[in-house]
C-alpha cells in the first residue's frame, strides 16, 4: 500500500491508496499547447480594417476567407470577417450588429482614443485544428502597451478593438487578485494545478502566465486533460470540491498562476494543489486476463518508474501568500527546498516524500 502527502507550509502526511495515487496526476508528454493568435496585424486604421473587410466580404460574403493569408503564414495573422463578426456581437451587443455585412460601416463610426492604463481581457484567435482557428473572446489579460491606441465605439462607450493586434476587446478587470509562482526547469513536461474550494471561482483574475510570455491567458482545462487527472486523492485530503483545474506543458522558468484575492483572506478554505511531471512515463496497464508472475513483476517496475516521475502534490494555502511592494498578495513554489529564503513558507515541489 503507498501513500500520498500533499504539502502545504505546513507539512502534513496522509495515507492515501493506490487508487487515489493514480487519480491525483496522469503523465502528458504529446500535450499541444495552444496559445492566443492575433487577429491582424499592421493595421493602422479603423478605416483600413474596415476596407479589408468590405474587399473580403465581395469575394465571399460569408465572410470565411482570410484576411490575409500571407501574414498569417508569417506571425499567425488569421482572422476572417466573421471572427470579428463573432466577437463584436458578444463584446459590443449594443451596437446591433445584426449581420456579418454590418461590420465595415461600424468600423468605421470607431474613435480612435490613447489607450487606458489597467489590465484588459482581450481576445484571441485559439487554434482549433489544422490550419483552423476559433475567435474566442475571454483569452489573454494585457495592459496596452504605451504608444497603443484603442479604438472606441462612441454610442456604447466600449472599448473594441485594440490597435496593436487588432483584437476585440472584452473588459477591464476590476477585481483585486492574488499570484502563485513557480518554476519549472527543462525536463518538467506538464505542470498541473486544481483549485480545491467551497464555492464556485468564476472571476476576471483566473489566468495563467506561462514562462516566457508577458500576457495572461485563460487556464486551457483541457490541454492536458487526461481521465485519471481529477484530483480525487487531494479532495478527500483537503475535503473541498475542485472549483478550477488546469494543465499544460510547460517551458523552462516561472510561471505564475493568478486567482481572485479572496482565496487568500485570512481563514480561507480554499487551497491551491499544484503537481508537476517529469519525462514520459506512462501508467502501465496490466495485461488483460490471467497475469504471470513475469508481467506482474514488470507492472510493478513500471509503475514504481511512473512514481518516480511524479512529483507530490504542493499546496498553497491562505497563510502562504505575503504582501509585495506592488500590493498584490504572492506565493512562490520554489524548485527545490535550498532555493528558498530564510524565513519563506516551505513551499517546494516535493519529490517522494511521501514514502519517507
Same mark, same amino acid.
Given at each position: ?23 491525483? #496526476? ?47 503564414? +508569417? ?24 449581420? #456579418? ?6 468600423? +468605421? ?32 489579460? +494585457? ?52 483549485? /480545491? ?21 485563460? #487556464? ?53 494543489? /499544484? ?52 500590493? #498584490? ?17 516551505? /513551499? ?9
Amino acid at each position: 500500500m503507498k501513500i500520498k502527502k500533499i504539502i502545504g507550509s505546513w507539512k502534513f502526511v496522509i495515507a492515501l491508496g493506490i487508487i487515489a495515487a493514480i487519480l491525483v #496526476i496522469f503523465v502528458c508528454f504529446a500535450c499541444a499547447a495552444p496559445a492566443g493568435k492575433p487577429f491582424l496585424h499592421g493595421i493602422s486604421s479603423p478605416e483600413e480594417l474596415a476596407s479589408k473587410i468590405e474587399a473580403s466580404l465581395a469575394k465571399n460574403p460569408k465572410g470565411t476567407s482570410m484576411l490575409d493569408p500571407v501574414r498569417c503564414k +508569417r506571425d499567425g495573422s488569421c482572422a476572417t470577417p466573421s471572427d470579428y463578426f463573432e466577437m463584436f456581437k458578444v463584446s459590443d451587443p449594443a451596437a446591433n450588429l445584426t449581420e #456579418i455585412a454590418n461590420v465595415p460601416a461600424f468600423l +468605421r463610426t470607431l474613435e480612435v482614443v490613447p489607450a487606458p492604463g489597467g489590465e484588459y481581457w482581450i481576445s484571441c484567435l485559439k487554434p482549433s485544428g489544422k490550419g483552423t482557428f476559433k475567435p474566442t473572446l475571454h483569452c489573454l489579460s +494585457r495592459s496596452f502597451k504605451s504608444e497603443e491606441k484603442v479604438w472606441v465605439d462612441p454610442k456604447t462607450k466600449r472599448i473594441v478593438l485594440a490597435s496593436d493586434c487588432t483584437n476585440p476587446v472584452e473588459k477591464p478587470i476590476k477585481e483585486r487578485c492574488v499570484e502563485i509562482h513557480f518554476f519549472t526547469k527543462a525536463q518538467d513536461t506538464a505542470v498541473r494545478f486544481a483549485l /480545491l474550494g467551497p464555492t464556485d471561482v468564476s472571476n476576471e483574475c483566473i489566468g495563467v502566465k506561462r514562462a516566457g510570455e508577458t500576457d495572461f491567458e485563460s #487556464i486551457w482545462a483541457k490541454e492536458c486533460e487526461n481521465m485519471h487527472c481529477d484530483f480525487s486523492a487531494d479532495v478527500a485530503v483537503v475535503g473541498q470540491p475542485v472549483q478550477l483545474k488546469g494543465s499544460y506543458a510547460p517551458a523552462p522558468g516561472e510561471h505564475v498562476l493568478r486567482l481572485p484575492a479572496f482565496v487568500a483572506e485570512k481563514g480561507s478554505k480554499f487551497v491551491t494543489v /499544484l503537481c508537476l511531471d517529469r519525462g514520459k512515463t506512462v501508467w502501465p496497464e496490466l495485461p488483460k486476463g490471467e497475469v504471470s508472475f513475469a508481467q506482474a513483476t514488470e507492472y510493478g517496475e513500471k509503475r514504481e518508474e511512473w512514481i518516480a516521475s511524479h512529483s507530490d502534490g504542493i499546496g498553497v494555502r491562505w497563510f502562504d501568500y505575503l504582501n509585495t511592494k506592488s500590493g #498584490i498578495k504572492k506565493a512562490t513554489v520554489w524548485y527545490t527546498q535550498g532555493e528558498i529564503p530564510k524565513g519563506m513558507p516551505q /513551499l517546494y515541489w516535493p519529490w517522494g516524500e511521501w514514502a519517507r
